[in-house]
């Protein structure tokens, strides 16, 4: 078992509803061993659309990188997701931030995430679940953290 770590995320239709969809779906690939609270971010790359629901999960896996990305694609089909344009809106969105230690760099599949440390979406509820990406978070610019905000904090 290898422990991959996902960020999910969503701004169509009810987004926390899909983001949270997501979650339980990834009981299906292994073991759900930790799940972040939900956060309600700006997007990015293309700022003309609705602001997105984030989250991140740590999942023990069985898969291997490609086998895991491949289930990853078919439930956020299976979710409603349809092909847009980069950085588009989506229903729900399913990244592979990192697969054990491994270091990937293949066409379609680059892991640690090839954006991972300038995404507050990503990092955000990663470092809450998973404390060696707390300097990451906290290199980030105040104003790119602030604006990731959990919703309903407890």
Known sequence: MTRAAIGLGSNE??????VRHGLARLADL???????ALYHSPPWGVSEQAPFV????????????????????????????VP????????????????GDER????GL????????????ALVPLAEIDLRFAKLRDALPP?????V??????
């Open 143 to 147: 104003g790119e953290r602030a604006a």
């Open 30 to 36: 292994g073991t759900l061993v930790a799940r972040s």
């Open 149 to 154: 905000v959990e919703l309903d904090p407890q």
């Open 110 to 121: 680059t892991i640690p995430h090839a954006r991972l440390s300038e995404r507050a979406f």
């Open 54 to 81: 984030n989250a991140a999960a740590l999942v023990d896996t069985a898969l291997a990188p490609r086998a895991l990305l491949a289930a990853l694609q078919c439930i956020e089909r299976e979710a409603g997701r």
């Open 84 to 99: 847009t344009y980069r950085w588009g809106p989506r229903v729900l969105d399913l990244d592979i931030l990192t697969y």
């Open 13 to 18: 239709g009810d987004a926390a509803a899909h």
């Open 104 to 107: 990937l760099d293949e066409p």
